[in-house]
């Protein structure tokens, strides 16, 4: 089955404490992307990747760090949380026609 | 700058109705222009995307069209149902950029 899967899917950390959010995709997508999602602001982008060992800042990278190693891995990486970080996170990949496939996503909270 | 609204961001309706949901942006250099449905808890799903040389897709019960001239876009939904309950939104991407701007969408109720 075709899909992306991020994990984990619920998350409770402390400000300072790294953590990394993983996503894998096996449709052998080169485009994926991280979003996070807040009440009445929407979904944002935060990093995408359009292949392997190409990134690019989004709307709202600052506190994020992304890798493209291989094609079906993009994770996120939160190297000092802080409660402004608590959000929705969702992980997306893209078909070369334009269309979005995303992850269940992550819930983060930071205390 | 790219602005992407979705108003109403609630809206409730009898089954079997038809209905139009709305979506408007500022820039009309669009890429393209995809809808998505979100059920609680869940990621989006994709329903339709339109391409900037398109003026509409129809997927089943759905028909999304594209006004770029206007800056509008809208889902209709045909015959709705209790499992069409979610919540719809809209993102646009532009030419020469790979970002995607959502609205923050409108959460659709189906009364059975």
């Known amino acids: 089955e075709a899909q992306v899967t991020q994990n984990p899917r619920y998350l409770i950390t402390v400000t300072g404490k790294k953590l990394t959010v993983t996503c894998s995709q096996n449709?052998?997508?080169?485009?994926m992307s991280w979003y996070r999602q807040d009440p009445g602001l929407g979904l944002r982008q935060i990093y995408y990747s359009m292949n392997v060992e190409v990134t690019d800042k989004g709307d709202v990278p600052e506190g994020y760090k992304v890798s493209r190693k291989e094609k079906r891995n993009f994770p996120l990486i939160l190297e000092s949380p802080s409660p402004n970080q608590t959000s929705l996170y969702f992980c997306?990949?893209?078909?070369?026609?334009?269309?979005?496939?995303f992850g269940e996503g992550s819930r983060l909270t930071v205390l | 700058k790219q602005e992407v609204t979705q108003i109403p961001a609630a809206l409730s309706v009898p089954e079997g109705e038809n209905l139009v949901l709305n979506c408007s942006f500022t820039d009309s250099a669009i890429y393209n222009l995809q809808w998505f449905r979100q059920d609680p808890g869940k990621g989006l799903t994709s329903l339709l995307l339109i391409q900037s040389s398109q003026r509409e897709q129809t997927s089943g019960r759905l028909n999304a069209s594209l006004d770029k001239s206007s800056g509008r876009s809208t889902l209709y939904i045909a015959a709705s149902q209790p499992g069409d309950s979610a919540t719809y939104l809209c993102?646009?991407?532009?030419?020469?950029?790979?970002?995607?701007?959502f609205g923050t969408g409108t959460r659709l109720t189906i009364i059975p």
């Open positions: 449709m052998n997508h080169e485009y």
């Open positions: 997306a990949s893209k078909r070369t026609t334009g269309e979005l496939f």
């Open positions: 993102a646009v991407r532009v030419f020469g950029n790979e970002k995607l701007t």
